[in-house]
């Protein structure tokens, strides 16, 4: 029997989730992402990562910072917006959004302020006037920076940073199942979609890393330390292998089973999305990393440092706007087919309205306004005390 | 300093000027004036809105929602797709353009299995003719509107419990409650719910919950014109619909998401989601 050719139900000529529902997804990934980062190192112990571990807990805040202005700018009422967080309706799996919110958040909250505690305190010291006052109410009162504090502030750190992956994957697994929960709509239903988000979110919080990290190091003119950078790589690599795969596997299970439903994501793959989806997620932000990260990775020892740093940021940023894509795919992708899956709608946001793309970059410029401005308070690069455990 | 003393002292001679009694009369005219023009403000209003005769729910006071289960029966076999109902509804509940509580699809099979579907506004102005050089083996219109499930995926997930059912099984929206995020009209496999762009709140059809608790008909079911739409309590022991749903075989749209519609069609055809 020959399908209808497009035919939407008469509600569906309109797209309820803009641009501000993938600027969402986007920003807490970089949140879980960059979080885990720091984890590897405070939790597993991974060296390398150490001249990097204070910097990607300030962007993780930072991003977090920002997570929910877009879903503020996004609510038809967000003065009503607390009644998630007062009046939580449990059967939904956003009603979770205020606990696992503020739950994050202090912990992030709290593991920079130990982390940082002895060099508040110093700084307290040192400086005069306003910079002292603004370093003496940081500190919070507490002055103690004798040996066994610092050793039960390293245990409390590890302890949150272990607490913490979960929490990172939670923030953003959760953030998948809203979208995989779903089972009105067969481009978002499955359960590999938290799966997806999480490892798209350290793809991109490792991919952004590389980037700030590389600008910092440019800026202030201080070298890159190339085992970072080469451990940073091969991690971004793997993870990337594993986002992909889950990617592709979930559209090969799609296409074989030759479902229903394939009717009409195969054509929103190849026509509606086939700029956003081949072209960008895949080709060029998933094989052309690939190949660059495969080569360095395996030619790691022969690599000239100049080399290894370019290859690594172009990897990383065609990664960053991999990860766009991918957000971009699912959120716009899930809702520009009609749910009667036989005909598809259009979705082109203006440059200036209340959602559209200039709110989408001042959100995405301000946590990077807020890393520069944590970054002078709380400088990340300059540890006073390097810890060797 | 003296010219501001006199002043005080002007004020109080003032003041003991006015008598209990002056000051009792006075206040009694004031009250009688402000009754009057609060009282007249909503008469004003109420006079040119046709609907100031059926007050809105609760207003039916006897009402009791656990003495009701409604259900409602489409007969596709009956639908002529003359759009009344869509009109109908609009004007009773007051819809936005270019969005619908209920609207009417068309259905042209060619004898090939050629299935050609459209809805144009919603088929509010009705339809035209059938595509030329479409040779149309059977033609039919189905009309289509909230399912009022009782496992509604749009309650599931209304993260502030704004979506609620009530106990006579209608899926209504907390006005005062709904935050606008859109995740039910997401959830709903019906695409039946919208965001109002006025009030920037989801929407979608009540079974005209103010008229059904003041014993009348949905507007939709009184404007149809050939018995499509029908509506019934099936706690109610002589209800049409009550005998319909136990006797004839009926299906319902999308049955394999589960979402048990309280919505049931006769003679639903197998291109219909």
């Known amino acids: ?389 | 300093m003296k010219k501001k003393k006199e002043k005080k002292e002007e004020v109080t001679q003032k003041c003991e000027q006015m008598g209990r009694r002056d000051f009792l009369k006075k206040g009694c005219e004031l009250a009688a004036a402000a009754t009057l023009f609060v009282g007249f403000l909503p008469m004003r209003k109420a006079i040119p809105d046709s609907k100031a005769t059926l007050p809105r729910s609760p207003g039916n006071k006897d009402y009791n929602w656990e003495d009701h289960l409604y259900a409602y029966i489409i007969d596709t076999q009956k639908c002529i797709g003359c759009g009344l109902c869509v009109q109908a509804c609009r004007k009773e509940n007051n819809v936005p353009e270019d969005f619908f509580r209920t609207w009417v699809e068309r259905y042209q099979v060619s004898e090939r299995g050629e299935v050609e579907i459209d809805s144009p506004k919603g088929g509010e102005e009705s339809f035209g003719p059938a595509l030329p050089g479409f040779n149309v083996s059977k033609g039919y219109f189905v009309p289509k509107m909230c399912n009022h499930c009782s496992n509604s995926p749009c309650i599931q997930v209304c993260p502030v419990g704004a979506s609620y059912q009530t106990k006579d099984g209608v899926v209504l929206v907390d006005q005062k409650r709904c935050i606008g995020c859109g995740y039910c009209i997401q959830a709903c496999p019906y695409a039946s719910r919208f965001l109002n762009p006025e009030t920037k709140i989801a929407e979608k059809c009540t079974w005209c919950y103010h008229r059904i608790t003041q014993g009348l008909k949905p507007a939709c079911v009184q404007a149809c014109p050939v018995g499509a739409r029908l509506f019934g309590d099936v706690k109610k022991e002589d209800d049409p619909v009550r005998k319909i749903l136990a006797t004839e075989r009926l299906a319902v749209l999308q049955p394999e998401k589960l979402t048990k519609p309280s919505c049931y069609y006769l003679g639903l055809d197998k291109a219909v989601r």
Not at chain 1, 105 to 115: A, G, N, R
């Open chain 1, 1 to 389: 029997m020959t399908e209808a050719a497009q035919f939407l139900f008469p509600n569906d000529l309109h797209i309820h989730w803009s641009l501000m529902i993938v600027m969402y997804p986007y920003i807490t990934g970089f949140v879980a992402g960059a979080f885990v980062v720091s984890s590897l190192y405070h939790v597993f112990h991974i060296k390398q990562l150490a001249p990097l571990a204070r910097f990607a807990l300030l962007t993780s805040f930072a991003f977090l910072c920002v997570a929910t202005l877009p879903l503020l700018n996004h609510l038809g009422h967000p003065e009503r917006a607390m009644n998630i967080m007062i009046t939580p309706h449990f059967s939904s799996a956003m009603a979770g959004f205020g606990i696992i919110f503020n739950f994050y958040f202090i912990l992030v909250l709290l593991e920079l302020w130990l982390i940082y505690r002895r060099d508040i305190i110093e700084m307290a010291k040192e400086s005069r006037g306003f910079k002292r006052l603004l370093y003496k109410v940081l500190a919070l009162g507490v002055y103690d920076v004798s040996p066994q504090a610092l050793e039960k502030d390293h245990k409390i750190v590890t302890f949150l940073a272990a607490v913490g992956i979960p929490a990172a994957c939670f923030l953003h697994g959760y953030v998948g199942f809203l979208f995989g929960a779903l089972k009105a709509n067969p481009w978002w239903s499955t359960p590999l979609m938290p799966v997806i988000f999480l490892f798209s979110a350290m793809v991109s919080g490792i991919a952004l890393l590389i980037v700030l990290y590389q600008v910092a190091m440019k800026i202030s003119g201080r070298p890159i330390d190339q085992p970072c950078i080469s451990k940073m790589a091969q991690l971004l690599w793997l993870f990337m292998i594993i986002t992909v795969s889950l990617e592709l596997l979930e559209i090969i299970t799609l296409a074989y089973e030759q479902s229903e439903v394939w009717e009409i994501i195969h054509p929103l793959l190849t026509h509606q999305l086939s700029f956003s989806f081949i072209s960008i997620q895949m080709i060029l932000g998933s094989l052309i990393p690939f190949i660059l990260l495969m080569g360095m990775v395996l030619l790691n020892r022969y690599l000239h440092e100049k080399v290894r740093n370019t290859i690594a940021f172009v990897a990383s940023t065609l990664l960053i706007i991999q990860v766009f894509a991918m957000r971009w795919n699912v959120v716009i992708g899930g809702q520009i087919f009609s749910k009667s899956l036989r005909g598809f709608r259009d979705y082109h946001p203006l440059f200036l309205e209340k959602e559209g793309v200039l709110a989408a970059i001042l959100i995405f410029i301000l946590p990077f306004t807020i890393l520069f401005v944590l970054n002078c308070i709380l400088p990340a690069f300059q540890p006073r005390h390097v810890r060797h455990d």
